[in-house]
């Protein structure tokens, strides 16, 4: 077979196969990620020469010369009647692997995904800062782009983006969106919000705040009339503000701290879960929205002090971590050992096991 028809006949599988993933790794079979879990296809183990063969068939003239050189590509794919992926191409022990990701075929909605149906009218919210936080591969982009795709449907505005990758194209409905991708359409987050915030958006989405000049444009810009939507890899609300402070010099800390306790909106930190039953993942997340308790915390540098704000801000629609994940537990749909290991404070499941 044709190595470039191989290449979309393993995609068509991997989309068919409802996967997040597909990995071309030596000695084995391809191998999907579905739900969370490794599963590897019914084939031969792949050798090396036939996974350069399928990878290099995809690339052009000057994306092999650029992989040759730095020894790591990453670009987008789009194939017609298949879909959308980012495929990402690496050295191991001298032979070419790849991984590959799917990209969405439609975004899900708020609803969908059982996220706070407070959310929809923050959206609504005409500047300040939406986080989105978790691990990689727990669905915050994905609650990104379901955020998006409500204020699409929902009003009129100017949606300006900058991901890498984009992994889910969405089409202009009541409001027009723009998405730059990393590496093709700019260099870097930070240089893109510099030229977004000339383009009269309404709502930026940052895929990503990883360094300080990112964050200190995309807080400013919170500041300043626009609503902004962004992803943090951090564990839980508390450590995402104290992730945002300590990626500042101290002597710029407290006025990071000021600017933040201002522009936070909302928090939701997401983890998947595997489900007991094994027939997929639940999404379980911690929610703190900016309430003026949280605030003051914020300010005062009291963050030990934002999961009682949490605990506290039911009627505001927040919820710990922890009380979903045990609320998951007691209805069966996670296991004992899922919960335990993904609470902050797993004593409190064993002190009520019992009853």
Do not use: W
Not at 183 to 205: E, S, V
């Amino acid at each position: 077979m044709e190595k470039k028809k191989l290449f979309h006949t393993l995609l068509e599988k991997a989309v068919n196969a409802g996967a997040s993933d597909l990995h071309l790794t030596k000695g084995v079979p391809p191998v999907l990620r579905i739900n969370g879990e490794l599963i590897m296809m019914n084939s031969d183990p792949l050798n090396p020469e036939l996974i350069k063969q399928i990878i290099y068939s995809m690339l052009n003239e000057n994306q092999k010369a650029k992989f040759e050189q730095e020894l790591e590509l990453c670009y987008s794919l789009t194939i017609e009647d298949i879909g959308y992926f980012r495929v990402t191409i690496y050295y191991h022990r001298g032979d070419v692997e790849a991984a590959i990701r799917i990209g969405m075929s439609e975004a899900k909605s708020i609803k969908e995904l059982g996220l706070p149906p407070v959310m929809m009218d923050l959206t609504r919210k005409p500047n300040g800062l939406i986080l989105i936080t978790g691990a990689t591969g727990h669905g915050k982009t994905t609650t990104l782009n379901a955020l998006i795709d409500f204020v699409n449907k929902d009003r009129r505005c100017k949606i300006i983006t900058v991901e890498d990758p984009v992994e889910y194209m969405h089409k202009n409905n009541k409001s027009i969106i723009i998405q730059q991708e990393l590496h093709t359409d700019t260099k870097t987050f930070h240089q893109a919000l510099r030229h977004i915030l000339r383009q009269n958006p309404d709502i930026i989405g940052i895929g990503e705040m990883r360094d300080i000049e990112t964050i200190s444009a995309a807080v400013t810009a919170a500041e300043t009339g626009h609503l902004v939507i962004s992803t943090l890899h951090t564990n839980d609300c508390s450590q995402t503000i104290s992730r945002i402070i300590d990626v500042f010099p101290s002597h710029h800390q407290e006025q990071i701290r000021l600017q933040l306790s201002a522009a936070l909106v909302c928090i939701i930190n997401q983890r998947l879960l595997p489900q007991a039953d094994k027939k997929g993942r639940v999404l379980a997340y911690e929610f703190m929205m900016a309430t003026d308790a949280v605030r003051n915390y914020i300010r005062e540098n009291k963050l030990h002090m934002l999961i009682n704000a949490i605990i506290s801000g039911r009627n505001f629609g927040m919820i710990p971590m922890d009380e979903m994940i045990k609320s998951y537990y007691q209805k069966a749909i996670i296991s004992y050992d899922t919960a335990i290991s993904n609470m902050r404070d797993p004593k409190a499941l064993k002190n009520n096991q019992g009853n």
